[in-house]
């Protein structure tokens, strides 16, 4: 790469460079090279970029650079679909943030008391990254004003307009002032996209990047089936390839959970990710899945959008995404950190005409494969290495990681090498432990003590 692509390249405050060298950021992504520059010259900007091209340093870096520390109002708001995906970029707004004296970064999303929330924001938050529906509710009540903001970010708009934000994100913008910069984030271009950008940006810069994933990376096999034999596809696929973790894509959710009913009828540990689960219980399953308990997590493309799953061996698209542009970013969650991903996907012969648009937008024949020619791989049936403990208290109960392993591995006689991954949410915490140690973990824990108190603890 050219010293152009390289941070130092850009004019960016000395303490900046120096975060941004610490923190290993020294050459630009594409999505970075070509936006950057746009955006810190004050430009609004639209851009392709799919989750994992780099694109939250981009924005981050751009938004941070118009803040004034000493302004204790909101000059930055980024809007978010999910929660998940605002909690992760606000972590990385807070680590690049580190180079200016105390910027405060605060999440404002659904599904957590509003109260608090109230006391933080009066407290003054120089950036605030949040979900529509909440930051909504705030501007309604008064609890948070936009007029000094500087820097608006859509981020993965699209899948905002899938959830039915639009109107949300309008009258939100409607409360910002016009000197406003506007940047837009979108990892695919339906029409609403056209429209949202045409309504609220001024005349912005395109930003596209090479959106396609390298062969080498990620192997494609595509499978022709009739559409009454999808669900038992699925079953020879994963009896096949025997995947730690997998993640399994549908349509709807009554798709998504007959799906998971045919799996536990024979046998393999599934659950069903959708738009319409309650925030407590998708916590459950992602931490679960995070966690490895959960070999298979069986999803809708608007609940999984903003999911950072490390590791995931392989990508089944149980029917083909209508948009050929939503099938790269779907196989694109396979194979990451420089693991090669496999992406398995059924056709039935009405969606001939989705094959044939993925076929177009690749620019090469697609590789398919023969369902009777797959051999049962070796091993038990597929279950997950793990299981999850979920203790009735969190981070409002001040409980810590580091309680939970102490109780383990002390009082309850859990070798530490057993214990996997600690989740704590704000009522409820979630460990892993090897599954043969399991059963033996919840029955010392429910005798036992955390941090000096009896709580109820239950093997999910």
Not at 284 to 293: D, E, V
Not at 329 to 353: C, D, M, T
Not at 412 to 439: L, M, N, P, T, Y
Request: glycine share 8%.
């Amino acid at each position: 790469m050219s010293d152009s692509a390289s941070f130092s390249s850009l004019s960016l405050s000395p303490a900046m460079q120096a975060n941004l060298a610490s923190l290993g950021y020294t050459q630009m992504t594409p999505i970075q090279a070509a936006a950057l520059p746009l955006m810190l010259a004050g430009r609004d900007v639209l851009a392709q970029a799919k989750t994992g091209s780099g694109k939250t340093a981009a924005f981050g870096i751009a938004l941070l650079h118009q803040v004034n520390a000493r302004y204790f109002g909101c000059q930055g708001l980024v809007l978010c679909p999910t929660r998940e995906l605002a909690d992760q970029v606000a972590k990385e707004m807070r680590r690049l943030a580190r180079a200016a004296d105390n910027i405060k970064v605060l999440t404002l999303c659904g599904g957590v008391p509003f109260g608090p929330q109230v006391g933080s924001l009066e407290h003054g938050a120089h950036v605030i990254v949040g979900t529509p529906g909440r930051v909504g509710e705030h501007l309604r009540k008064g609890t948070l004003k936009l007029d000094g903001l500087r820097t608006l970010v859509l981020d993965e708009a699209d899948r905002m307009l899938d959830m039915g934000f639009y109107d949300s994100i309008a009258e939100i913008i409607g409360q910002t002032p016009p000197r406003r910069q506007t940047l837009l984030f979108s990892a695919t271009y339906p029409q609403g996209i056209q429209q949202l950008a045409a309504t609220f940006l001024d005349k912005p810069e395109e930003v596209r990047v090479q959106s396609l994933h390298d062969d080498r990376q990620i192997e494609q096999r595509f499978y022709e089936i009739s559409p009454d034999h999808r669900y038992d596809a699925v079953k020879r696929l994963l009896a096949s390839v025997r995947p730690q973790s997998c993640v399994a894509f549908c349509h709807t959710r009554q798709q998504c959970q007959e799906l998971v009913d045919v799996l536990a009828a024979a046998g393999i540990e599934a659950q069903a990710l959708h738009g319409d689960l309650e925030q407590r219980e998708r916590d459950q399953t992602l931490a679960m899945f995070a966690n490895r308990s959960l070999s298979v997590l069986v999803a809708t493309d608007v609940a999984a959008r903003g999911l950072d799953i490390e590791g995931l061996e392989a990508v089944i698209n149980v029917e083909l995404s209508r948009d050929p542009e939503v099938h790269i970013h779907r196989i694109g969650r396979s194979g990451r950190a420089g693991e090669k991903g496999l992406a398995l996907s059924l056709v039935a012969p009405a969606e001939a005409a989705r094959a044939q648009a993925i076929e177009t937008l690749q620019r090469k024949p697609l590789p398919w494969f023969q369902l009777d020619a797959l051999q049962p791989g070796k091993g038990s049936a597929l279950q997950a290495p793990m299981r999850t403990l979920c203790i009735a208290a969190g981070r409002k109960d001040k409980l810590r990681p580091g309680d939970i392993l102490g109780a383990l591995t002390g009082d309850a006689g859990i070798e530490g090498d057993k214990v996997g991954k600690i989740a704590i949410f704000d009522f409820q915490a979630f460990v892993a432990i090897e599954r043969s140690r399991a059963q033996d973990a919840l029955r010392r824990l429910n005798q036992g003590k955390i941090k000096g108190r009896s709580l109820k603890v239950r093997l999910i």
